[in-house]
């Protein structure tokens, strides 16, 4: 086999961020990406976890990005343009939020029927808009309740920064 030969991603794309890409993990979920993040594991466990699932491994470590074929081995600290660099590299990297799996945990979402007594409801929850019909989903896995609200805004508005200027495929 050619040490030149680049695998191929598995359909559908998985992910898988190490530990130093928390943020970057979030925002791949945002996009509705499969996206594993471990955090306490040595190299070597990283990459044999990365081959078993069949995911992409995100990294900024060099040493690590070696043990992992087809690991995308980022150079940017920062979060807009390390999202940049890997639509840059995956030009059919979805470049809308969808906001359809848990940033957290990475569960799908699913619609959460809104209780009628708002003694039932998240204290945060903006209680006009959820009566005006604003749509509330959860993450039955670690229980949290997600709205479309100012973090949405700020999240579209850091995907939009990161993708600007790319030409789509
Ligand atoms: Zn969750």
């Given at each position: ?8 991603a598995?359909?559908?794309r ?70 940049r660099e890997l639509f840059l590299a995956f030009p059919d990297l979805p470049r ?67 993708a600007?200027?790319i030409p789509t495929p």
């Open positions: 086999m050619s040490g030149e030969a680049r695998p191929v598995p359909a559908p998985r992910w898988l961020a190490d530990e130093m890409l928390g943020r970057l993990a979030r925002y791949l979920r945002f996009l509705g990406e499969d996206t594993s993040y471990v955090r306490g594991l040595d190299d070597r466990e990283v990459a044999r976890l990365a081959e078993e699932e069949r995911r992409i491994l995100v990294t900024r470590d060099r040493a690590l990005a070696r043990r992992a074929r087809g690991a995308k081995l980022l150079t940017s600290g920062h979060l807009p343009n390390q999202l809308t939020v969808r906001f359809d799996r848990c940033p957290e945990c990475n569960a799908l979402l699913e619609r959460w029927p809104v209780p009628a007594s708002s003694d039932a409801w998240p204290a945060e929850l903006p209680k006009s808009r959820v009566l005006a019909g604003l749509d509330v989903w959860a993450c039955t896995p670690c229980s949290r309740r997600y709205w479309d609200g100012s973090h949405a805004t700020r999240i579209r508005s850091v995907v939009a920064q990161a600007g200027g």
